[in-house]
């Protein structure tokens, strides 16, 4: 047992002495050369410049990352295919990081490849890529994690311009965080992100911009899709048809057959869906059809646009449940055609809609945020427990007992919940510092923690004082 034991620590010993080597590359030098040069736990840094190939990482666990960023360091693939491609059962070990990928032109996946693999993608810009489908990632089976990354005027001519999830050969998922999706475009459906029979986690992501031509500009979800949606902002963007008998869906979203996904403190603004001839645009924010269950929680929609259901369309026996939302874009703002429902509770709706706790009085907005005299601030359903414990801008979801309607909760510096932030919340701020750790607050001291650390510290009493000042 004793040289067991032993062996045992030599081995580990062995593998945490074996330091990991970088392998730098310069301008004029080969990141693929370096890549099969490269060993598990290896590090490929890319110093700035342009490198006018396309690689593969042949499945294995290396970090390829730039020194100084995707601003200065780009890889090109010229029209020659995809840009990178990741296989081989590459785990999340695999990582790219900070790198400009642009160029890509291919079936799957102009900038990148994902087939069975589940890489690490940090820091990266996809600009003008163009495939078939998923003009700058194709992802078929894997869970590849995006994280900080932008993706730009990228096209494809069927769908998914920004990313497709193709999942039908196997598990897709994945995860999209803290990423960008603008001015891409699809002659097909997903104008930045296409899920077909995928789930993935899309989480404080932006999509402004974006155009499809059949459906879902923001992001089209077929087959049986559902991913979670949190924290997410849809800005105009935009499907449309110019030909008569042609319909278009989903200025935002859309989803079909048994798509259903759940959208938390998302916002919807002035996204469209448009036609040259009547009736053919539906669903200015989201369309659902066949029998696609989405739910909407602490969503909101304002200057969303279509000739039918400006905030919601709804067809076939799809079936839509909202609850603490406001749906405020000035026209009609849910249509149902066929079997379709809408299950709305708790919510604003500016054209009215019955359900439980439905109201329509203008949400009084400012910024999409409630003002003081708002009738959304604690109407929402008195049994909401948050899954998250945020709302859009970061702070605390529940504040002054009740949930609000809509993407912001209203009361960030207001302690003592009289809907006007003054000195007395900072006297209460200070008793909510409790010990030179600080630590852990007790009950009603939520509305003074900025930051949402769970803990009211200086740093949160300065950003009071701040919104004192304003
Ligand atoms: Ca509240
Ligand atoms: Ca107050
Ligand atoms: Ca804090």
Same mark, same amino acid.
């Given at each position: 047992?004793?040289?067991?034991?032993?062996?045992?620590?030599?081995?580990?010993?062995?593998?945490?002495?074996?330091?990991?080597?970088?392998?730098?590359?310069?301008?004029?030098?080969?990141?693929?050369?370096?890549? @099969?040069?490269?060993?598990?736990?290896?590090?490929?840094?890319?110093?700035?410049? #342009?490198?006018?190939?396309?690689?593969?990482?042949?499945?294995?666990?290396?970090?390829? !990352?730039?020194?100084?960023?995707?601003?200065?360091?780009?890889?090109?693939?010229?029209? *020659?295919? $995809?840009?990178?491609?990741?296989?081989?059962?590459?785990?999340?070990?695999?990582?790219?990081?900070?790198?400009?990928?642009?160029?890509?032109?291919?079936?799957?996946?102009?900038?990148?490849?994902? &087939?069975?693999?589940?890489?690490?993608? !940090?820091?990266?810009?996809?600009?003008?890529?163009?495939?078939?489908? *998923?003009?700058?990632?194709?992802?078929?089976?894997? =869970?590849?994690?995006?994280?900080?990354?932008?993706?730009?005027?990228?096209? $494809?001519?069927?769908?998914?311009? *920004?990313?497709? &999830?193709?999942?039908?050969?196997?598990?897709?998922?994945?995860?999209? %965080?803290?990423? %960008?999706?603008?001015?891409? #475009? +699809?002659?097909? %459906?997903?104008?930045?992100? !296409?899920?077909?029979?995928?789930?993935?986690?899309?989480?404080?992501?932006?999509?402004?911009?974006?155009?499809?031509?059949?459906?879902?500009?923001?992001?089209? @979800?077929?087959? +049986?899709?559902?991913?979670?949606?949190?924290?997410?902002?849809?800005?105009?963007?935009?499907?449309?048809?110019?030909?008569?008998?042609?319909?278009?869906?989903?200025?935002?979203?859309?989803?079909?057959?048994? /798509?259903?996904?759940?959208?938390? @403190?998302?916002?919807? =603004?002035?996204?469209? +869906?448009? /036609?040259?001839?009547?009736?053919?645009? !539906? *669903?200015?924010?989201?369309?659902?059809?066949?029998?696609?269950?989405?739910?909407?929680?602490?969503?909101?929609? /304002?200057?969303?646009?279509?000739?039918?259901?400006? +905030?919601?369309?709804?067809?076939?026996?799809?079936?839509?449940?909202?609850?603490?939302?406001?749906?405020?874009?000035?026209?009609?703002?849910?249509?149902?055609?066929?079997?379709?429902?809408?299950?709305?509770?708790?919510?604003?709706?500016?054209?009215?809609?019955?359900?439980?706790? @439905?109201?329509?009085?203008?949400? %009084?907005?400012?910024?999409?945020?409630? =003002?003081?005299? /708002?009738?959304?601030?604690?109407?929402?359903?008195?049994?909401?427990?948050?899954?998250?414990?945020?709302?859009?801008?970061?702070?605390?979801?529940?504040?002054?007992?009740?949930?609000?309607?809509?993407?912001?909760?209203?009361?960030?510096?207001?302690?003592?919940?009289?809907?006007?932030?003054?000195? =007395?919340?900072?006297?209460?701020?200070?008793?909510?510092?409790?010990?030179?750790?600080?630590?852990?607050?007790?009950?009603?001291?939520?509305?003074?923690?900025?930051?949402?650390?769970?803990?009211?510290?200086?740093?949160?009493?300065?950003?009071?004082?701040?919104?004192?000042?304003?």
């Amino acid at each position: 047992m004793r040289t067991m034991t032993a062996v045992v620590l030599l081995a580990l010993g062995a593998v945490l002495g074996a330091s990991a080597a970088t392998i730098h590359v310069y301008p004029g030098a080969s990141i693929q050369a370096a890549l @099969n040069a490269a060993g598990t736990g290896d590090e490929v840094l890319v110093h700035p410049g #342009t490198y006018n190939e396309r690689i593969d990482f042949h499945g294995k666990a290396v970090t390829l !990352r730039s020194s100084d960023g995707p601003s200065v360091t780009t890889i090109d693939g010229q029209q *020659g295919g $995809t840009v990178v491609t990741c296989g081989t059962a590459a785990g999340p070990g695999t990582v790219l990081d900070g790198l400009r990928i642009t160029g890509g032109q291919g079936e799957n996946g102009g900038g990148m490849g994902v &087939f069975g693999a589940s890489p690490t993608v !940090r820091n990266c810009v996809f600009a003008s890529n163009h495939a078939q489908y *998923g003009g700058a990632v194709f992802v078929q089976v894997g =869970q590849p994690q995006f994280i900080g990354c932008i993706f730009s005027l990228n096209t $494809t001519d069927g769908s998914g311009a *920004g990313v497709y &999830f193709y999942g039908e050969m196997g598990l897709t998922a994945g995860t999209l %965080r803290d990423c %960008r999706f603008e001015n891409n #475009t +699809a002659k097909g %459906r997903g104008g930045a992100v !296409r899920n077909w029979v995928s789930s993935p986690t899309i989480v404080r992501c932006v999509f402004y911009a974006n155009h499809a031509r059949v459906e879902g500009a923001g992001i089209a @979800n077929g087959g +049986a899709s559902s991913p979670t949606v949190t924290d997410c902002v849809f800005y105009a963007n935009r499907t449309d048809t110019m030909f008569s008998g042609y319909n278009c869906y989903g200025g935002a979203m859309s989803n079909t057959e048994t /798509s259903s996904p759940v959208l938390v @403190n998302c916002v919807f =603004q002035v996204n469209s +869906a448009v /036609s040259l001839y009547p009736n053919l645009a !539906r *669903g200015g924010g989201l369309s659902n059809a066949g029998s696609a269950h989405p739910s909407l929680v602490n969503c909101t929609f /304002s200057g969303n646009h279509a000739d039918m259901g400006w +905030a919601l369309s709804n067809s076939g026996s799809a079936q839509v449940a909202v609850s603490n939302s406001i749906l405020w874009d000035g026209g009609v703002e849910i249509v149902n055609e066929g079997s379709a429902t809408a299950t709305v509770r708790y919510s604003d709706v500016q054209s009215g809609w019955a359900g439980t706790g @439905n109201v329509h009085a203008d949400p %009084r907005l400012n910024e999409l945020r409630l =003002q003081s005299d /708002s009738p959304c601030i604690n109407t929402g359903d008195p049994n909401y427990a948050p899954p998250g414990g945020i709302d859009l801008d970061g702070h605390a979801r529940v504040l002054c007992g009740r949930v609000d309607m809509g993407a912001y909760e209203f009361g960030i510096g207001d302690y003592d919940c009289d809907r006007v932030v003054d000195g =007395q919340d900072f006297v209460a701020g200070v008793s909510c510092l409790t010990g030179p750790d600080l630590g852990p607050y007790g009950a009603g001291c939520e509305a003074l923690d900025f930051e949402y650390d769970r803990d009211v510290d200086l740093i949160d009493l300065a950003a009071l004082q701040t919104l004192l000042g304003s």
